[in-house]
C-alpha cells in the first residue's frame, strides 16, 4: 500500500473515532488518548495528521459542510428555476438531518463548543455567513428572473438559514417524534408561497 493511501486512511480513521467519541462523550471530555485508542494508533500518528484536539474537530466540522456544499450544489446545478433549487435544498437538509442524528450529534457539539472557544465559534459561524450570502445571491437572481417577488434579499436569506436551523436542531432533539422530512418539505412550501410573486402565490 502506497504512503499516501496510508496517511489517508489514517486520518479518516481519526475523524471517524473523534467523531464517535465526540458524540458519545463530549468535546471537552474526550481526550486525544482516547481518541488514539479509538482509532488503533499511537499519539505521534495523530499528531502527525492533527496539531491538536481543536483542529481535528474543526476538520470534522469542515467534512460535514463539504458534504453540505456538494449537496446544495448539486441541486443547484439541476434546478432550473430559483424556487426549484429552493425546493431542493430540503433534500439537502433532509441528508444532513439523517447524518446528524446519534446520541449526542455532532452539530450540537460544534454549537456547544463555539461559545466557549472564539477559534472553533469562528469556524462555525463562516459558514452561516457564507450560507446567507448565497440565499441572498440566488434570491436576488429568482427576483431578477420574475420568479420570486420583490423583497429585501438579506431579510429572506436570514429566513432561510434559520429556518434550516431550526428544522436541523428540532430533528436531532427528537429525530423520533415527528417526521421530519415532511415537515421540512411542508413548511418550506409555505415559506415560498410567501415568496413567490401574487399572481403565482
Known amino acids: 500500500m502506497a504512503t499516501q493511501q496510508r496517511s489517508e486512511e489514517t486520518c479518516i480513521r481519526i475523524l471517524d473515532a473523534a467523531a464517535a467519541s465526540f458524540s458519545r462523550n463530549g468535546y471537552d471530555a474526550t481526550g486525544v488518548a482516547e481518541i488514539c485508542s479509538v482509532a488503533g494508533i499511537s499519539k505521534g500518528a495523530f499528531y502527525y ?24 450544489a448539486t441541486l443547484q446545478a439541476e434546478a ?23 446520541n ?7 454549537m456547544s463548543a463555539a461559545q466557549r472557544d472564539p477559534i472553533i465559534w469562528e469556524a462555525t459561524v463562516q459558514p ?23 423583497m429585501d434579499p ?4 436570514q429566513m432561510l438559514v434559520s429556518w434550516a436551523v431550526g428544522m436541523l436542531l428540532q430533528g436531532t432533539l427528537d429525530p423520533q417524534v415527528t417526521d421530519w422530512p415532511t415537515v421540512m418539505r411542508e413548511s418550506l412550501r409555505l415559506m415560498l408561497t410567501g415568496l413567490l410573486p401574487e399572481s403565482v402565490a
Not at 128 to 150: D, T
Not at 154 to 157: D, G, K, L, P, V
Open 104 to 110: 449526542l450529534p455532532m452539530f450540537m457539539e460544534f
Open 128 to 150: 452561516y455567513r457564507r450560507y446567507q450570502l448565497w440565499f441572498a445571491m440566488l434570491i436576488e437572481k429568482g427576483v431578477a428572473e420574475g420568479s420570486l417577488r420583490q
Open 80 to 102: 432550473s428555476t430559483v424556487p426549484e433549487a429552493l425546493t431542493r435544498m430540503a433534500e439537502a437538509f433532509q441528508a444532513v438531518l439523517h447524518t446528524a442524528d446519534g
Open 49 to 72: 495528521h492533527f496539531p491538536s484536539k481543536q483542529a481535528l474537530f474543526i476538520a470534522l466540522l469542515q467534512r460535514w459542510l463539504d458534504e453540505l456544499d456538494s449537496s446544495i
Open 154 to 157: 438579506q431579510i429572506a436569506s
